[in-house]
């Protein structure tokens, strides 16, 4: 069973596009939540941390529902440099980063 | 400031061989986790230690080892290769055992 279940992809959007991911976590002792974005044959660099509040980096917003074990992550106004796989990550509380397998989101002129 | 560096970036190993694959954290963090992630699938968890000790061990088998040095650098050590083993290996650091992770590049390890 998967404990980290994103969207498939790819989502294909043109620029300037707003974007959703979602992702479920079977984990509910689950303490600290992540998305990450990793380019083709990169590391995965951390994009933003989650928090319960719901927070904002500029064009992004993420948001977690804790009852429903449920994390997204909204991209507006989407520039061709967005194109990556995004990485839904949990932290289970102890030591483990458990990652879903990514989302490729590929924005076009 | 270095960000975690990892070494060799790029490897290449015959079945049955052993490989030794090195990580510095970032100065000032004292957890190292290992990862593997083979093409499609998301990184998957190998270890973790903190202070030199193991607190986490991902579902591996026992040719896969570990360790953690009093500068917090960490090997990661693969015994009697297979070619199912061929993957980018990432090493993470973070300050604490719960916080976010920072990667290096991988070392991406072929078995032929």
């Known amino acids: 069973r998967k404990e980290v279940e994103q969207d498939p992809g790819p989502f294909n959007v043109p620029e300037g596009a707003t974007v959703a991911f979602n992702c479920t976590y079977s984990?509910?002792?689950?303490?600290?939540f992540f998305w990450y974005r990793q380019d083709c044959r990169k590391e995965p660099k951390l994009l933003m941390s989650?928090?319960?509040s719901g927070n904002e980096d500029g064009r992004f917003t993420a948001q977690l529902n804790r009852a429903s074990q449920y994390i997204s992550l909204l991209i507006r106004d989407s520039k061709l440099s967005d194109s990556a796989t995004y990485l839904c990550v949990v932290n289970d509380g102890y030591s483990t980063l458990t990652f879903g397998k990514g989302t490729m989101l590929l924005v076009s002129p | 400031d270095a960000g975690v560096t990892q070494s060799p970036t790029h490897l290449i190993k015959t079945r049955g061989q052993h490989v030794t694959l090195r990580c510095s954290p970032i100065?000032?963090?004292?957890?190292v986790s290992w990862y593997q992630q083979v093409l499609g699938q998301g990184p998957q968890f190998i270890f973790q230690?903190?202070?030199?000790?193991?607190?986490g061990r991902g579902n591996f088998p026992d040719r896969f080892s570990a360790r953690q040095f009093p500068n917090y650098s960490s090997e990661l050590n693969v015994n009697a290769l297979l070619l199912g083993d061929s993957a980018l290996y990432l090493c993470?650091?973070?300050?604490?055992?719960?916080?976010?992770?920072?990667f290096g590049q991988g070392t991406r390890l072929t078995v032929v």
């Open positions: 984990n509910s002792a689950s303490q600290s």
């Open positions: 100065s000032g963090h004292k957890s």
């Open positions: 230690y903190y202070e030199k000790e193991e607190r």
């Open positions: 993470a650091s973070s300050s604490d055992w719960n916080t976010e992770a920072f």
């Open positions: 989650v928090y319960s």
